[in-house]
């Protein structure tokens, strides 16, 4: 039996899909325009990946830019790591035109063309590279425009062949430029290198003209009192002694050996232009082979207006042409802002770097500012939360000074114990940032340091959102109950002096502040800390009560704190020090889907308290709850997996999740170690191959890839171990492989008795020994918080308990799914005809 649910992939992993054995007629044609003597094996792999991606998605738009994409990521996977240089070389323009989109359009698709493929940070920071020299070309050309126009005068065109016109000079400074551009060494052609080698390639070519028959070109208002490129850098706020750097102890020693190895004309060194032609065709050619080798967009590009309106140097059409022409189809220039669309949101993160050297002051002027960015970006989205966290801040610092706990119910003031907790939360984290700074500085590397004052401002800054996040949890628990009817008759003494409690929204605090200031510490690094305090278990129901809670927190930071809480319900909690394994070593069976607790809660923190009463299953009510959000998370993405594999047959469902209930009650120790998703796939593709459905592992692996907790640790990092592991064995030494080994040697052999009395075999036998599970309804989640959403209409979800709540007499009760449309039909009567009162008194609506 067992060779039924074997996965042969493991060993021999076969294609996703049938691969067309040869490329397309369209496809050959395409890169035979480009270039007959491309490499067949580079022209082979990139039909099988555009042949792959084409029959799993449906691509819009001209197919040949998709084959463009496709071939542009097969040369970079092709060059072996370490070459300077493309295995091929080609015009990236070239391919382009052959395309017919426009330049953007190209790299639009290219940026999703690499997502679709799982492109890797290599390959992506190459992409992200090209994109940016090309952004940075389109500043610097626009500040190129008026350099030229002030340092030389406007030449009308004329008759003689020998002739220099103000375009032709203008071409060729330019051409000047982006070679000795490409000479610049690895990760030098930022913004800033890149404005001072212009100054410094007009400075030269002014001081050549100057000494030649060429005089005529020059700018005779050009201030003669300093040097041509002084002047340039006070006109122009260029960093003069960069520049002047630059320029001695580079371009011209650069320039030297160029022509030592007969690259460029002796001529050049020289400043003599008598053999202007020469010249041009030598750098035009040293240009063209750098550009095609590393497969960048010809930066001659910008200089086509100049083919189709002739000499307009000195106009300012030319200037809105250059730049628009990225953005039309190359015949037609459409005048449209690439500035915003492209180069803020590109270079500006280069710039932003924190490890760049700030530029001066007086480079200000060419500086893109935040401004400019298209609100779209991602830029302007971290600079939106920021200023909302900070806005968030302010408000809790202000209201902080009055806020003393007088309106809960309890014993005396608890401020000094949280204070004092806090005190100690803060250290604890100190304490880690500096054991950590200390080893970094031991190993001369650090990927995340911080100075005092900015670790300061992290804890002063967590304590603010802390105290924020605790008051607005408590007001909401007082203002729920009460329109629920319910009595605030808890102390929360208990509860405010709970360690796991504080700590809990402790911990959440200070992930939301490293989260937005961008550090690189993750949530698993904040739980370590804390690891003595709180479990993962016992601190992600803090998530429910902060969402539920009016934190005024935007869409991203609600998202975010939904992440940490699948984190935990995914993988934190099922680790082997976990307090979970003692709570059901004792118990009997995990309850199904849907079976509710017998304790129904009084108050929204009464969770947080000491007093656990046991049900049926011998298990805690919080226990649980724990269980039921597995569950409905578990529904969530098993539903997503059956959508995009296409699984549409209930009956085919229904045994994937009675199987995985089955697991959970009976197999739980599965999970151990490991993460809910691999259980997950499992699960489905076991069923799936005793149906007999055409689906692979890698299929259901491919399209696990696309959901969005999904990690490629997941299914490449699988513990392979059964036994328990001691605590003090680090569980990532023990042995791990990949998923569908873990399938093979450990799930099926678990599971294959009760999966064939899911799906016997023979003549005689009947089919699901077992009664088959129904797939939970993930439409409503019973647990979920709603927000309210105005000072007198509450959307609350709808739970056991909430049925038995005495409601106050003026209030009108609408149950969704379940009450007559009648009523609601009643309940907007009553608001438009605008009745007011009940008795007196104004009326309450409490939709739930």
């Not at 610049?184 to 028959?213: G, K, Q, T, W």
């Not at 690189?520 to 992600?540: G, K, Q």
Request: hydrophobic fraction near 40%.
């Amino acid at each position: 039996m067992e060779e039924e649910f074997i996965d042969s992939a493991s060993d021999n992993q076969a294609p996703l899909l049938e691969i067309g054995d040869q490329p397309s007629r369209d496809f050959l044609e395409l890169f035979a325009k480009l270039d007959p003597t491309i490499n067949g094996e580079i022209i082979e792999k990139a039909w099988k990946q555009y042949d792959t991606i084409s029959q799993q998605i449906i691509l819009e738009g001209s197919s040949s830019v998709w084959m463009a994409c496709a071939f542009f990521t097969s040369v970079w996977k092709s060059t072996p790591i370490g070459h300077q240089e493309l295995i091929c070389h080609y015009s990236l323009l070239k391919l382009i035109e052959l395309c017919k989109v426009s330049v953007l359009d190209f790299f639009d698709k290219l940026n999703k063309w690499a997502d679709m493929i799982l492109a890797t940070r290599r390959l992506l920071d190459f992409v992200n590279r090209v994109q940016s020299n090309l952004a940075v070309s389109a500043v610097i050309f626009k500040k190129f425009l008026p350099i030229f126009r002030y340092a030389f005068a406007q030449q009308k065109p004329s008759s003689l062949e020998k002739h220099l016109t103000s375009a032709e000079l203008f071409e060729f400074i330019w051409l000047f430029f982006i070679t000795m551009r490409k000479q610049l060494p690895a990760n030098n052609e930022d913004l800033m290198n890149s404005y001072n080698l212009l100054l410094c390639v007009v400075d030269y070519i002014y001081h050549a003209i100057s000494i030649s028959r060429l005089k005529n070109h020059l700018n005779a208002d050009f201030d003669k009192s300093k040097t041509p490129l002084e002047v340039l850098c006070e006109k122009f706020e260029g960093a003069s002694l960069d520049t002047k750097h630059l320029s001695t102890h580079w371009l011209n020693p650069k320039l030297l050996r160029l022509v030592i190895e007969n690259l460029i004309p002796f001529d050049i060194v020289e400043d003599k232009f008598n053999n202007f032609t020469a010249i041009r065709k030598a750098f035009e050619q040293l240009y063209e082979r750098k550009m095609s080798a590393r497969s960048e967009v010809d930066e001659r590009i910008f200089l086509k207006p100049l083919l189709t309106f002739g000499d307009i140097i000195f106009s300012d059409k030319f200037e809105e042409e250059a730049i628009s022409v990225l953005s039309g189809d190359l015949c037609q220039y459409i005048n449209n802002d690439f500035l915003i669309k492209f180069s803020s949101q590109n270079c500006l993160a280069k710039l932003n770097a924190p490890e760049k050297i700030q530029p001066p002051t007086e480079g200000k002027s060419y500086m893109i500012t935040p401004d400019t960015v298209c609100q779209n970006s991602a830029f302007y989205s971290d600079m939106k939360l920021i200023e909302r966290m900070d806005e968030l801040l302010s408000i809790s610092r202000r209201e902080g000074k009055s806020f003393n706990f007088d309106f809960v119910d309890c014993q005396g003031n608890p401020r000094e114990y949280i204070a004092e907790q806090v005190h100690i939360f803060g250290q604890k984290f100190l304490s880690k940032v500096r054991k950590e700074e200390e080893e970094s500085n031991e190993r001369e590397s650090s990927d995340h340091s911080l100075n005092q004052i900015q670790l300061e401002k992290y804890v002063a800054d967590i304590e603010t959102l802390f105290y924020y996040l605790l008051q607005k949890i408590l007001i909401y628990d007082q203002q729920k109950a009460l329109a629920m009817g319910l009595e605030m008759n808890v102390d929360l003494t208990a509860i405010l002096q709970s360690s796991e409690f504080l700590v809990s929204i402790y911990i959440c605090a200070a992930d939301l502040i490293l989260w937005v200031n961008e550090d690189s510490r993750t949530f698993r690094w904040i739980t370590e800390i804390f690891t003595d305090n709180v479990a993962p278990l016992e601190f992600y129901r803090i998530f429910e009560l902060i969402v539920r809670a009016d934190t005024s927190f935007s869409r991203e930071m609600v998202k975010h704190l939904n992440q940490l809480e699948e984190c935990v319900l995914e993988e934190l909690v099922w680790t082997t020090d976990s307090p979970l394994w003692a709570a059901l070593q004792n118990s009997r069976i995990v309850e199904q889907f849907g079976e509710s607790s017998s304790v129904p809660s009084s108050q929204i923190l009464s969770k947080f308290t000491g007093n656990l009463q046991r049900n049926k299953s011998d298990l805690t009510p919080q226990i649980i709850n724990f269980f039921k959000k597995v569950y409905h998370l578990s529904a969530i993405r098993l539903t997503d997996l059956f959508e995009r594999l296409r699984i549409s047959d209930e009956l085919t469902k229904r045994k994937i999740w009675t199987l995985f209930e089955h697991v959970f009650r009976t197999k739980i120790i599965l999970l151990k170690d490991r993460h809910l998703d691999q259980i997950l796939m499992c699960c489905v593709y076991i069923i799936t191959k005793v149906c007999s459905l055409k689906i692979a592992f890698q299929d259901i692996i491919f399209h696990y890839r696309h959901q969005p907790q999904a990690s490629s640790n997941v299914y490449r990092n699988v513990l392979m171990r059964m036994d328990l592991i001691d605590k003090k064995e680090d569980p990532e030494q023990t042995e791990r492989e990949d998923l569908i080994r873990f399938y093979n040697k450990i799930f099926v052999p678990i599971v294959e008795d009760y999966v064939k009395k899911l799906y016997p075999s023979g003549p005689e036998s009947k089919e699901n020994v077992f009664p088959l599970i129904s797939m939970p309804k993930t439409l409503v989640n019973p647990l979920s918080p709603r927000k309210v959403i105005g000072d007198r209409i509450n959307v609350i979800p709808l739970s056991q308990y909430s049925q038995t709540i005495a409601r106050h007499r003026s209030t009108r009760r609408f149950d969704i799914y379940k009450s007559p449309s009648k009523d609601l039909r009643t309940i907007n009567a009553m608001v438009n005809r605008g009745l007011p009162t009940y008795g007196g008194q104004k009326l309450v609506y409490n939709y739930q």
